[in-house]
């Protein structure tokens, strides 16, 4: 049957190797189209319509401009910006910096914020989203977060509306992620490193324990939970699997890894 297939990146596949190589084994047409950001004018335009609809058009002393600067042409960065000021009055959007001048608030600050707000079950959950670093199976981050999987699915659908998280469907082994890596990123630069080995730990004995186990993902959370032995064994494993599917690139630097893993004064 005939098939249209729809692919997004936030890089265009034609930078690099692997980009190049992937478009030239795909047995059908291609078609490259960029969406580059929406252009200042516009951004503004969709700023002042999203700041109306909120009622957060008749605020004074809110700085527009430099709110349209930091989403970055982004529509959806520019959402949470806007529904961040009209949130906090207007006020919150600028943070002391001197006795004399006022700084706006960056993009990452007001995810937090929000995310910050949420109850304390589906904000651990939301850590242990952004910590996998990857699309990880539902059940996977279910029994990481310990959550009966029903509860989970509620909290799962919250976070989606909320546009925090995405996911492959409502199944236990449909992929879940962040919503956007900058989501991602504003969790966890708030979470120290004990919460982060924390979270590592969890999911990694979550994946080993479950029926979806990925050696290449089990390498980085040991890892990032400190049990070098362990990510040195599985960063072997991910090696020898990328081997055997010619993928040499990813094969090497994964023995690379396993060499310096299985050698703790390197990670000195």
């Known amino acids: 049957p005939s ?3 729809i692919l997004t990146s936030r890089q265009a596949l034609d930078q690099g190797h692997s980009g190049r190589k992937v478009r030239s084994q795909l047995p059908c047409a291609v078609r490259q189209v960029h969406v580059g950001r929406l252009s200042e004018s516009e951004s503004r335009e969709l700023a002042q ?10 605020l004074r002393d809110v700085d527009w401009d430099a709110l349209v600067k930091e989403a970055a042409g982004h529509p959806l960065f520019i959402d949470e910006l806007v529904r961040h000021v009209a949130l906090h009055n207007g006020e919150v959007p600028f943070r002391q910096t001197t006795k004399t001048s006022m700084a ?10 929000r995310i910050s707000l949420l109850d ?6 939301m850590e242990a989203i952004a910590v996998s670093g990857a699309p990880t199976a539902q059940q996977v981050i279910a029994q990481a977060a310990d959550i009966e999987f029903g509860i989970f699915g509620r909290h799962v659908s919250y976070l989606r509306v909320a546009n925090l998280i995405c996911t492959a469907g409502p199944k236990r082994t449909d992929l879940i992620e962040a919503f956007h890596d900058r989501v991602r ?16 730990r969890r999911l990694a004995q979550a994946l080993q324990s479950s029926e979806h186990q990925d050696a290449q993902l089990l390498t980085l959370h040991y890892h990032g939970a400190g049990d070098l032995e362990q990510a040195a064994r599985y960063a072997e494993t991910a090696a020898k699997q990328a081997f055997g599917t010619l993928a040499f690139d990813r094969a090497a630097h994964l023995y690379k890894l396993a060499l310096d893993l299985g050698n703790p004064t390197q990670q000195r």
């Open 3 to 5: 098939l249209l297939l």
């Open 49 to 58: 319509k999203l700041a109306h609809s909120v009622g957060a058009d008749q």
């Open 104 to 113: 706006p608030i960056r993009l990452d600050e007001a995810l937090w914020n």
């Open 120 to 125: 304390k079950p589906v904000r651990e959950l």
């Open 185 to 200: 990123e504003a969790v966890l630069k708030n979470l120290d490193d004990a919460t982060k080995r924390n979270w590592h």
